[in-house]
Nanobody, 122 residues
């Protein structure tokens, strides 16, 4: 499975961005999808996931500001980021794995996309 992420860029604090990730998976609907991020000097962290059954899970610091949704007909997952803060600055990575009931962690992701840089200026 190949993942193609796009949508990163530079935005002022309080602004919005939408990331997209298109997958090459034949049965996209059977995959759990997610986004991780890695800020300078920090480890990569889970941000948000959407399971094949539609369940969602968010990092506490992004709840109420970020929304993940998927369009199975387009084999694409989206991350709508609103009210961005400078601390959201990071490289964002799209992630995918065959459906499970487990929490999404870096070590149980099967496929990674190339990162897309999000920079939030203060």
């Amino acid at each position: 499975v190949q993942l193609q992420a796009s949508g990163g860029g530079l935005v002022q604090a309080g602004g919005s961005l939408r990331l997209s990730c298109e997958a090459s998976a034949r049965t996209f609907s059977n995959y759990d999808m997610g986004w991780f991020r890695q800020a300078p000097g920090k480890e990569r962290e889970f941000v948000v996931g959407i399971w094949s059954d539609g369940r969602r899970e968010y990092l506490d610091s992004v709840k109420g500001r970020f929304t993940i949704f998927r369009d199975n007909t387009k084999k694409t997952v989206y991350l709508q980021m609103d009210t961005l803060k400078p601390e959201d600055t990071a490289i964002y990575y799209c992630a995918a794995r065959w459906r499970t009931y487990e929490a999404m962690k870096g070590d149980n992701v099967e496929y990674w996309g190339k990162g897309t840089l999000v920079t939030v200026s203060s």
